[in-house]
């Protein structure tokens, strides 16, 4: 759409196939996780070969259509062993009424703070903030909403946007503690010590079960499809 | 990683299955060398600023991002929760590569990069996006850009 306003364009292509079938001008297929195009955080070197590879199609002149790979896999792909995962106390069994999820979530968000703080000296930032509440309004939030209540925050229209976005910025929350100190750990490592380890994956998974069963639509839409990514669901 | 083996399901099979617009006609813009480009990003991530509104599910509009906007300032709206966020907690170029535009213009690899960078939704049907392109492609004209980098999540 942009090429035919006279405009010269190249995409980073994540999934070959879409990329075949749109036929764009030029695309530069990479192996790249999906969601992260340029392949790995805190690379420069990595990223600069990507882009390089990527606007050096414009300097051809054989297209439509160019589609060319990159051979190269991002190096974080794979786990690595020297990761460790923040410490946090998993009870031996869940809470069993949303006051017990709060207070539970709320010691996990206290004993992980400090790390939450160390990344954001880290990196500079933090990509928590679309539920526009701070993390220690989060577990009173959540409490109302597993009592089946629908509260709202300020500048989101109803329960269940204020909700989803809670949600991610719970993921959030957990996958920036979770590389405040060593290595860049793969994705899944992440993924695994949040969902399988932590209170905070647990009260998500609970949230989408209260919330699948609410009376409220859009609540019961959300919650089974934008609190927990499918191959997480328990 | 995306290679389709490795996508889970049921993303693997929504990517792969999903329906691609198709377009009458292929038009391929070529123009001077890379190194006198004035390059844009277009980001499908959905980004905002902190404290802006995320934006809407479907939305087919496309918001700009000026230079005064710090890229650690950045947010990802994006529907989907079936993509990795964790590289992008770790550094905001794997998903908008601004710094990285940056030294390739200070290093005279690229001719510039433009004031003006832009984001739309994912997962959202390209058709609609009519009046998003015709504000992208007249602001890439008021400031002499010429070039446009596509980064999808």
């Given at each position: 759409m942009l090429e035919s306003r006279g405009l010269a364009t190249v995409a980073i292509a994540a999934v070959r196939a879409q990329a075949e079938n749109t036929r764009p001008p030029r695309a530069l297929w990479t192996s790249?996780?999906?969601?992260?195009?340029?392949?790995?955080?805190?690379d420069a070197a990595f990223q600069r070969r990507v882009l390089l590879a990527a606007l050096g199609?414009?300097?051809?002149?054989?297209?439509?259509?160019i589609l060319e790979e990159f051979h190269d896999d991002p190096p974080a792909w794979t786990d690595h062993p020297a990761w460790v995962a923040p410490r946090v106390a998993m009870p031996g069994t869940m809470p069993d009424t949303p006051s017990a999820w709060a207070d539970a979530f709320a010691a996990e968000l206290r004993s992980l703070t400090p790390a939450w703080e160390r990344v954001q000296a880290r990196f500079g930032r933090t990509t928590t903030g679309l539920s526009f509440l701070p993390p220690t309004e989060w577990p009173s939030f959540v409490d109302h909403c597993l009592a089946g209540d629908l509260p709202l925050i300020d500048g989101h229209a109803t329960t269940a946007l204020g909700l989803r976005f809670l949600c991610d910025d719970i993921k959030a929350f957990y996958g920036e503690a979770g590389q405040a100190v060593g290595p860049a750990p793969s994705s899944r490592q992440v993924d695994t010590w949040f969902w399988r380890a932590t209170i905070g994956g647990a009260l998500l998974q609970a949230l989408r079960r209260t919330g699948m069963e609410s009376g409220n639509n859009a609540l019961k839409t959300v919650s089974g499809r934008m609190f927990v990514p499918a191959p997480w669901v328990v | 990683m995306a290679r389709v083996e490795d996508i889970p399901q049921p993303t693997r099979d929504a990517a792969v299955s999903i329906a691609c617009p198709s377009f009458d006609t292929a038009p391929f813009v070529t123009g001077p060398a890379l190194s006198r480009r004035k390059v844009a990003i277009v980001s499908s991530a959905a980004l905002i600023p902190r404290g802006a509104q995320p934006f809407p599910i479907g939305s087919a509009e496309a918001r700009f991002l000026p230079a005064s906007i710090p890229p650690n300032d950045l947010l990802i709206s994006h529907v989907?929760?079936?993509?990795?966020r964790t590289g992008f907690q770790r550094d905001v170029n794997v998903v908008y590569p601004l710094d990285r535009l940056h030294e390739m213009a200070a290093d005279g690899v690229i001719g510039g990069v433009a004031d003006t960078h832009y984001t739309v939704m994912g997962s959202t049907d390209p058709v609609g996006m009519t009046e998003a392109a015709d504000r992208i492609a007249a602001q890439m004209r008021l400031e002499g850009a010429d070039t446009v980098l596509l980064s999808p999540v």
């Open positions: 790249s996780q999906l969601g992260r195009p340029l392949g790995e955080p805190g199609l414009l300097e051809r002149t054989d297209g439509p259509v | 989907s929760i079936n993509f990795d």
